[in-house]
Nanobody, 127 residues
Framework: QVQLVESGGGLVQAGGSLRLSCAAS????????MGWFRHAPGKDREFVAA????????YYADSVKGRATISRDNAKNTVYLQMNNLKPEDTAVYYC????????????????????WGQGAQVTVSS
């Protein structure tokens, strides 16, 4: 059974930085595309960033473009989300997700493309 465990969340002041990590179980992590989503109170869960299995392609929501970097270390079965210049509107529960079904990259912005999800990590940005 695949498990995804997020870490690195917390409370940070506006303008600060934070790095989320997602450790995955599973021998074939290196063949999965990975994504990050977030869910803020009163809003739908939204796409944040995604990375293809090879790290060749990365995708970002407009709201975080230029402030976020997604990366992965296949040797460690881990994907990262570095967030800089954080804003109060970045406050949310951040979820790591895995696509083990090799969907096309252009589908990685969609929640339905992912078949495994982590439990979430709270990120709170104070003003």
């Amino acid at each position: 059974q695949v498990q995804l465990v997020e870490s690195g969340g917390g409370l940070v002041q506006a303008g600060g930085s934070l790095r989320l990590s997602c450790a995955a179980s599973g021998r074939t992590f290196g063949t999965w595309s990975m994504g990050w989503f977030r869910h803020a109170p009163g809003k739908d869960r939204e796409f944040v960033a995604a990375i293809s299995w090879s790290s060749r392609n990365t995708y970002y929501a407009d709201s975080v473009k230029g402030r976020a970097t997604i990366s992965r270390d296949n040797a460690k079965n881990t994907v990262y989300l570095q967030m800089n210049n954080l804003k109060p509107e970045d406050t949310a529960v951040y979820y790591c997700a895995a696509d083990s079904r090799n969907n096309h990259d252009w589908l990685l912005r969609l929640r339905a493309s992912y078949n495994y999800w982590g439990q979430g990590a709270q990120v709170t940005v104070s003003s």
